[in-house]
Each structure stands twice: as structure tokens, then as C-alpha cells.
């Protein structure tokens, strides 16, 4: 933990044969939850809100633990968590396609969105379990299953929530509603692990979290074979002080902005570009 330096735990590293299983899994689970209808897919994630919920003040201690937030920073990033499952759940019942006017008598042009595929989620340390949900709530409504390398640096929260999203599920399925195994899968590994999920052909998006650096070799590659990224990478943030600035106010900004996380946000202040009367 890098609040006391205590080791925390241990994990199993997953190999590159491993993930190939993974997204094996991913895949099949994916021909099936594609034909579930949206709605019921936003039901569990629904349920799953529900369950973060419940143990919000859990969570959210173990992020600032391994992570080293302050307390409020964990637990607003639970809160983040809750509010995209409910996000989704709305877009869940909102998949709209146009009904486009056609030349031809008697016909009509419908567009239509389709699940994607296997989604494959690369995410940093410094938010370790919200920028999952954020890529995760929205393809299992989308119909797309996901396999989760988390940073080397929080595995445990990743396993954590895995552990919720299985409980949610379980509890889904006891109402009655059929869903696969392997819509979820944690992969806690290294780069070799990591290329995989890059790589494979199944993986129809992968997105990615981190530094720039890594984004350079992550996006060519998925590009190489057709694939979909999102890259979410390091930011170079200016902050404007104007001579009609409140300074008490813009100095508390510059400093959230900047010491915020300990600076590990890809929105950190890293300049300010100040009047030369107020500098």
C-alpha cells in the first residue's frame, strides 16, 4: 500500500495463454448476451448499481488504501461508479436508430446499432475501479462483453469488483433472467498479458488508460487489425488567472488542480498562465 508500505496481498499474474482463454470465454458469452434485449441487459447493470451501493463505504476504503487516495477521493469514486450504472441503465431503453425516408414506393430505410463484440479495458492506477465502469456499464448494455487488465499497481480493487459484479449477477439470475458466464472477466497481469488484449482479433475495442507513451504503441497495433480504440492518455493542462480573478478562489482552483490526487489525473494543472498584475 503506498499509505504505509504494507504489503496488502497477493495475486496470480496472468499469462499470455490465459488471456486467450479469457477472451475465448468473452466471446462465447458474447453470441448470447447479443440477443438479449436491451432492457433486460440494462437490468443488470441496474442491479449492479444497486450493489455498489450497498457496499459504497467497503470500496471505496480499499481504493484509498491501495491506491493512496484521501477517503472522500475513494468514495467519490464509487460514487462515479453508481452514477454510470444509472446512466446506462437509462441509454439501456434509448437505442434509437432513424427510419430514413426512401426513394423506392413502399420501402423505408431503418438504421439499426448492433453489439460490437468483445470490449477489452486497459485501465490505469490512479482511478482503478471508476474508469473500468465507465467503459464497463456501457457495453454490457451495448451487448458487448469485457475482459479488465487493471494497473499492476491496484489489483485488488479490480478483484473487489469483480467480486460485486458476480453478486449482482447472481442475484439476476435468480430472478429468472438468463445471462452467460464470462461477461466479466478480471485478467491481472503485465504487459504480456496486456499485448494479448491488444492483439486478438476478437477483441473488437480496446480501451486504454495511461500515459501517452503507452497510448503510442497501444493505438497502431489496434489499428493494424481493424480494431476500435479509445484512448484516454496524459494531459498538458493550462489554467488562465485573469486580473478580474477571484484569487482566493483561483488559488484553491490551482491547487486542487494540480496536487489533486497526488497530480495523477490526466486533467492536472501542469501550467498557469497568469496577468502580470496578479502573477
Known amino acids: 500500500s503506498p499509505v504505509d508500505g504494507v504489503q496488502t496481498g497477493r495475486v496470480v499474474e496472468a499469462s499470455a495463454a490465459d488471456m486467450h482463454a479469457a477472451i475465448g470465454r468473452a466471446q462465447s458469452a458474447f453470441l448470447s448476451w447479443r440477443n438479449v434485449p436491451a ?146 472477466q478480471v485478467m491481472n497481469g503485465g504487459a504480456a498479458a496486456g499485448e494479448v488484449l491488444i492483439t486478438d482479433l476478437r477483441v473488437a475495442l480496446v480501451s486504454a488508460t495511461g500515459s501517452t507513451r503507452m497510448g503510442r504503441a497501444v493505438g497502431p497495433k489496434v489499428a493494424a487489425r481493424f480494431g476500435r480504440c479509445l484512448l484516454e492518455l496524459g494531459g498538458n493542462n493550462a489554467l488562465i488567472v485573469s486580473d478580474k480573478a477571484d484569487l482566493d478562489l483561483a488559488v484553491r482552483a490551482i491547487a486542487f488542480g494540480a496536487w489533486g490526487t497526488a497530480g495523477q489525473r490526466c486533467t492536472t494543472t501542469r501550467r498557469v498562465i497568469a496577468q502580470a498584475s496578479v502573477h
Open 39 to 184: 432492457p433486460k441487459r440494462g437490468e443488470l447493470v441496474r442491479r449492479f448499481g444497486e450493489v455498489l451501493r450497498t457496499h459504497k463505504a467497503d470500496l471505496a476504503a480499499l481504493v484509498s488504501f491501495e491506491a493512496g487516495k484521501i477517503a472522500s477521493e475513494g468514495a467519490g469514486e464509487v460514487q462515479e461508479m453508481i452514477d454510470i450504472c444509472d446512466f446506462a441503465v437509462g441509454l439501456s431503453r434509448q437505442l434509437h436508430g432513424l427510419t430514413i425516408a426512401s426513394e423506392r414506393p413502399g420501402h423505408r430505410m431503418m438504421e439499426q446499432w448492433l453489439p460490437l463484440g468483445v470490449v477489452g479495458i486497459i485501465s490505469a492506477f490512479n482511478f482503478p475501479v471508476a474508469v473500468w465502469a465507465w467503459n464497463a456499464a456501457l457495453a454490457l448494455v451495448a451487448g458487448d462483453p469485457v475482459v479488465w487488465k487493471p494497473s499492476e499497481k491496484t489489483p485488488l480493487t479490480a478483484l473487489a469488483t469483480q467480486a460485486l459484479f458476480d453478486k449482482a449477477l447472481a442475484a439476476y439470475r435468480a430472478e429468472g433472467h438468463a445471462a452467460p458466464d464470462a461477461l466479466s
